[in-house]
């Protein structure tokens, strides 16, 4: 069996987010970035099933994105994956379908039984690109599992809908994507990063073609004014009341 | 030559054949550790030899026990000299020192075996006391069997040794100067002199084949001690030389390195296999251990036992599959498939170690517990990726953001904010120049309550001129927390970071309120290239205050007894006591300072350390719970710290007691003394 799980390069989000001048995209000045969380519990996911199975031949990592998402298809690899690609493409397009369709391109020829994606990526919160893959290649897809059995060439998903489980059974070859709880990603050890050195990554153009979806404009969100203190006793009250009613309006 | 002469000559040779080879054994299992150069700054190491060693300056501080033991070790090596007569003796009868030695140096020879054979016998005697009756509960944990059996031949082979003086003086052929024999004899009166010849003789044999038996007792015993511990303490590194507390460096680039830290004893050096030839299980470790007396499962003795546990286990192992012509059974496969992690230490053990250094300083043969700590748990996580689950995400964030906290960078400068402090980049841009960098740290920079130590501290120098500047976002963590962790590899990527900001700066004096910051920047930071006068607040407010730099009020304000608790960065790793105490009595003229019962290189840890910050503390008693008992029972009405991690574990002890008795930051105290800046 051949596993490949699809992740993106996304900015770490404890920092401060500006936007360029011209209001087009995020400024990339002082950005940090990591593997998406959601990827790495599917990379997690695939690596236990491949301990759990004797039959999992392989886990390939798949990456749309520049040059230097190859420090992010490392890290898989340091976890425990066997294999990289890394689709190039200078800047990733804001519309799915592209992105899935180079993708699409790229596991068709792999010939994988099982095709695993984060179920969102942190940053734009699309969490297309696993369906619209399953849509192109023809294959089943469950979304948002948070469990996850293979035996023979079947699947069994678990997905958490509100306040009930779901639970779902598949052929393989099959598209999956995975949501927390699954499992807790493994921290890469040393020894998994000089291991990850020496495996194999494969760099080629991503095929992209149109894309129909573009950024029109981003903006912050206002900030929120800071709160005001009138005082620490009872003689603020009247003076809180008459601000509720007059500026706040709430009374 | 006579035949007793002949039978002593047979004796004395199988039990030095029998010795050497255990000696050499015990020598080449010491190879099975890797190698390690010890012999740098033999000047350091000889002052160690005669201080510790033979001055047992480290089993003194248990005044008690540690004088009965110096004075049984003193007493030994007097007696050597009466050993060395005795064997020669054996070989030829006739033979005293008296031969060699003139007169003015044989009569105190003769004086001082007497009064050292009862120097000796009394505390040994009190030793069996302790052991049999006393039973003091650092000694529950492993077996006293063997210490018994070691102390009742000690009794022996002293009392054999009086019994051969008396009975000589009996018999008149005794030297002069016999004062204590004297004192006996009345009580032997009634003994004929050919009785008392038989009875010296029989003391004699009994006393030199005791000697030998004792020799080859040794070796497969904890007593082996006796042997190898003043070799142990030329080697050892724990008081120097080199920086104290500083973890072992690490190539993380070696060609061909496959193993990083220790699973087994192969991986850990020769010096730390000494170090379990070394330990008699005193126990004296464990005892002041943080996480054993608060009721954890780690021992640091036991880490040290079951270190030389294996090696034997390993080494008679590979020795008996060498003998019977290198095939292996399958129970010795089995044996050799164990290792020291997992197998003899469990990973409970090593996580509920706090670092705090405590096992090290007590240690009176100079045993690095902690070093073997560290190198398991580097294996555990560089190797395994194996640790508690609490730790994920302070590594992931040291990954991701370059502090154990999930905060933005962006908002490290925040407490500065219209405090007109510059950053080191706004001062290049100006063209302007710092004296000093103030090193904030990541609890400085995030935690609300260490802002304010940030703040105060920020207020001392302001107060003081000092030309100083921060890195303000451009801050990282240094990586120790990941070090303690046992994360090499991340830590080194964090270091290596900083050490370029630094130099990128120029900077060459830093200031740092955290004993965490100041311990790696200033003992770490040069094993990888990074080289900065590193002080601490502590030290450097005090320095100002001396110079008379900051403006403090003179009213003397309120009577208030405050007591100071001991980082364990700043104290056992950095021998650092007296700054932050003097501080105090210059900010506070009329304080009062009591000390908690364990205090300064005895200090008890809040129980942050190694890591333990990010961890749960499920089993037994909270360590700073603990420890914050300890300093209220001292009816404090301040408790001082130095430390941001004591600040909080100390805070919430105190709390947690229900108490309301403050605790603050030494740069707090000062602060608050610190007279309104004037504006003109």
């Known amino acids: 069996m051949k596993i490949a799980v699809c992740i993106k390069r996304v900015p770490v989000m404890e920092v401060k987010f500006a936007i360029t001048a011209d209001g087009s995209r995020v400024d990339e000045a002082g950005l940090k970035y990591d593997v998406n969380d959601f990827d790495l519990w599917a990379i997690e996911a695939a690596l236990q099933l491949k301990e759990k199975n004797g039959n999992v031949g392989e886990v390939a990592v798949i ?189 | ?79 050597g000299l009466g050993t060395l007569e005795i064997m020669i003796q054996g070989l030829y009868t006739p033979f005293t020192w008296d031969v060699i030695l003139p007169r003015f140096l044989y009569l105190p020879y003769v004086v001082s075996q007497e009064i050292f054979a009862v120097f000796v016998l009394i505390p040994v005697v009190y030793l069996l006391y302790r052991r049999l009756v006393i039973k003091p509960k650092r000694f529950a944990e492993v077996s006293g069997a063997d210490a018994v ?60 084949v005791l000697i030998l038996y004792f020799l080859n007792h040794l070796p497969g015993s904890k007593h082996l001690h006796v042997l190898t511990s003043l070799i142990n303490v030329w080697f050892s590194n724990t008081s120097g030389p080199g920086r104290i507390g500083a973890m072992r460096p690490m190539d993380l680039e070696a060609e061909n390195a496959e193993q990083f830290g220790a699973s087994d ?25 943080p996480a054993n007396t608060t009721g954890k499962l780690l021992s640091p003795r036991m880490i040290v036992v079951k270190t030389r546990a294996r090696l034997t286990e390993k080494a008679t192992t590979l020795d008996a599959i060498a003998a019977s012509g290198g095939t292996a059974s399958e129970a010795q496969t089995a044996v050799l498939a164990k290792n020291l992690l997992d197998d003899w230490i469990t990973e409970e053990e090593l996580w509920a170690c706090t670092s705090c250094r405590a096992c090290v300083t007590e240690c009176p043969v100079s045993i690095d517990q902690l070093d073997i700590i560290n190198e398991l748990r580097r294996d555990l996580v560089l190797m395994e990726s194996r640790f508690p689950d609490e730790l994920a995400p302070a590594l992931t964030s040291l990954e991701r953001n370059g502090s154990p906290w999930a905060f933005s960078a962006s908002d490290r400068a925040q407490w500065a904010e219209g405090m007109d402090i510059p950053t080191m980049a706004e001062l290049v841009e100006k063209g302007e120049k710092a004296d000093i960098l103030f090193w904030v740290g990541c609890m400085g920079s995030f935690d609300d309550r260490a802002k304010k130590i940030t ?85 450097y407010i005090e320095r100002l205050l001396e110079a008379g730099r900051v403006p403090l009020d003179t009213e003397h304000g309120q009577r208030l007894k405050v007591a100071y608790h001991d980082s364990c960065y700043l104290g056992r790793y950095n021998e650092i006591y007296d700054a932050p105490r003097n501080t105090l009595k210059r900010a506070l003229p009329i304080m009062e300072l009591v000390e908690p019962p364990r205090t300064k290189s005895r200090g008890m840890c809040c129980g942050a350390g190694g890591g333990r910050m990010w961890m749960e503390e499920n089993v037994g008693k909270r360590v700073n719970v603990e420890r914050s008992e300890e300093l209220l029972a001292t009816g404090a009405d301040q408790i001082a710290v130095a430390c941001p991690f004591c600040m909080t574990m100390i805070t919430d002890g105190v709390t947690g007691a229900g108490s309301s008795v403050p605790v603050l930051d030494i740069s707090e105290v000062v602060a608050s003394r610190l007279l309104p800046i004037v504006s003109v």
């Open chain 2, 1 to 79: 030559m006579g035949v007793s002469n002949l039978v002593f000559a047979v004796i004395l040779a199988v039990a030095l054949g029998f010795f050497a080879r255990s000696a050499k054994r015990l020598k080449r299992w010491l190879n099975i550790g890797h190698e390690e150069v010890r012999t740098d700054h033999p000047d350091q190491r000889t002052k160690n030899f005669l201080l510790i060693g033979l001055g047992q300056s480290k089993i003194l501080r248990d005044p008690v026990g540690g004088m009965m033991h110096a004075l049984v070790f003193w007493g030994f090596c007097v007696l």
């Open chain 2, 265 to 289: 004893v192969e991986h850990l050096s020769w010096k730390n296999l000494l170090d379990g030839y070394s330990c008699t299980e005193c126990g004296r470790c464990t005892a002041v251990c």
């Open chain 2, 149 to 208: 059996f070691i102390l009742s031949m000690i009794a022996t082979l002293m009392l054999t040794l009086l019994l051969l003086f008396v009975m000589e003086l009996r018999t008149g052929a005794s030297p002069d100067g016999r004062i204590i024999s004297g004192l006996l004899l009345p009580l032997f009166s009634s003994v004929s002199a050919e009785t008392a010849h038989l009875v010296a003789r029989g003391s004699w044999w009994i006393h030199a």
């Open chain 2, 455 to 539: 703040v105060a501290f920020a207020r001392i120098l302001q107060a003081a001129n000092v030309r100083f500047a921060i890195l303000g976002q451009e801050e990282t963590c240094h990586g120790d927390p990941a070090r303690r962790m046992g994360n090499e590899y991340l830590y080194q990527m964090l270091a290596k970071g900083v050490i370029e900001t630094l130099d990128g700066y120029n900077v060459k004096t830093i200031v740092t309120f955290c004993p965490h910051c100041f311990h790696q920047m200033g003992s770490e930071f040069p094993d990888i290239g990074g080289n900065y006068e590193v002080i601490h607040h502590t030290d």
């Open chain 1, 63 to 251: 990456s749309l994105g520049p040059d230097a998402a190859q420090e992010q298809i490392r890290k898989a690899l340091a976890m425990g994956a066997d294999r990289g690609v890394l689709l190039k493409a200078d800047s990733i397009p804001a519309d799915g379908l592209a992105i899935a369709r180079a993708l699409a391109a790229e596991i068709k020829e792999g010939g994988y039984d099982l095709v695993l994606f984060g179920r969102i990526a942190i940053d734009s919160m699309n969490q297309m690109t696993g369906p619209m893959v399953a849509e192109l290649l023809d294959l089943p897809c469950v979304t948002n599992v948070f469990k996850l059995d293979i035996s023979g060439s079947t699947g069994r998903a678990e997905r958490a809908l509100e306040g009930a489980t779901e639970v779902m059974e598949f052929p393989l070859p099959a598209v999956l994507t995975i949501d927390d709880g699954l499992n807790k990603e493994r921290l890469p050890s040393l020894k998994g990063i000089m291991a990850a050195k020496k495996k194999p990554l494969d760099v080629k153009p991503a095929q992209l073609g149109d894309a129909k979806v573009t950024v029109h404009k981003m903006a912050l969100p206002p900030e929120r004014a800071a709160g005001r203190i009138l005082g620490d006793s009872s003689a603020a009250v009247p003076e809180l009341v008459r601000l509720l009613q007059t500026e706040a309006k709430v009374l």
